[in-house]
């Protein structure tokens, strides 16, 4: 069956620090995957997505950055964090051969002071 | 310009009942949709889906109606039990490409009464 990890789970950061958030899937191989925020009391926003190794595209301009250096890893960084990016980040997962589908990972609660 | 809208963004239920949680569309390319639920801190966990080519996907408790003329869609949960108390999205796609983004509403707030 196929899991996917997200670390850490919470994490508290001062403004101009950097960033880098962390996803992995097991159990499947060359699937879709895409980092989303959700801001307090908002729906989900999707930030980037990536079909391939190497392969990223962005949603929305914004002070983050994504990469996929494997197969099943999906990256979120920042070189310098903003009060704005407070929120909580999720990861998920799409088979290519499903219609639509995502599954996500447990998330990471974000907190920039 | 939201595409998928959840003008709820509450709704209380009485344990037992059903719970009824609306979505509206606007774009006519959308062929598939889904419904997610999540807990608070948690990532959102998918419930049920439905194509275009259909009207009706029932799964346990839980029936999608789509009306695609109306370009709506609806969640019943029969019975609702205290446990389904979460946020629902709504997310509907299109068959473009390899890609097939989920646009989102903003979600509805189902809280379920004992």
């Known amino acids: 069956s196929q899991t996917i990890h997200q670390w850490p789970a919470t994490l508290v950061q001062p403004v101009g620090s950097p960033l880098s958030l962390e996803c992995t899937v097991e159990?499947?191989?060359?699937?879709?995957l895409y980092w989303y925020r959700q801001a307090a009391g908002r729906g989900l926003q999707l930030l980037f997505y990536s079909v391939g190794i190497g392969q990223i595209s962005s949603e929305v301009p914004q002070n983050l950055s994504a990469s996929r250096p494997q197969d099943r890893q999906f990256i979120l960084s920042s070189k310098k964090l903003l009060l704005s990016d407070s929120g909580f980040y999720l990861c998920?997962?799409?088979?290519?051969?499903?219609?639509?589908?995502?599954?996500f990972g447990p998330g990471t609660r974000l907190t920039v002071l | 310009d939201q595409q998928v809208k959840q003008n709820s963004p509450s709704l209380s239920v009485q344990e037992g009942r059903i719970s009824i949680l609306n979505c509206d569309y606007t774009n006519s390319m959308f062929d598939y949709f889904l419904w997610y639920k999540k807990y608070p801190a948690e990532g959102p966990t998918f419930l049920i889906s439905?194509?275009?080519i259909k009207d009706k996907n029932e799964d346990g408790r839980f029936t999608v109606f789509l009306n695609k003329s109306a370009k709506h869609l609806s969640l019943h949960i029969v019975p609702s039990q205290p446990g389904d108390s979460a946020v629902y999205f709504c997310?509907?796609?299109?068959?473009?490409?390899?890609?097939?983004?989920?646009?989102w509403g903003l979600g509805t707030s189902l809280a379920v009464n004992p």
């Open positions: 439905i194509s275009s």
């Open positions: 159990g499947t191989s060359n699937p879709n």
């Open positions: 997310a509907a796609s299109e068959s473009a490409g390899n890609n097939r983004k989920l646009i």
């Open positions: 998920a997962w799409r088979g290519r051969e499903w219609r639509g589908e995502q599954f």
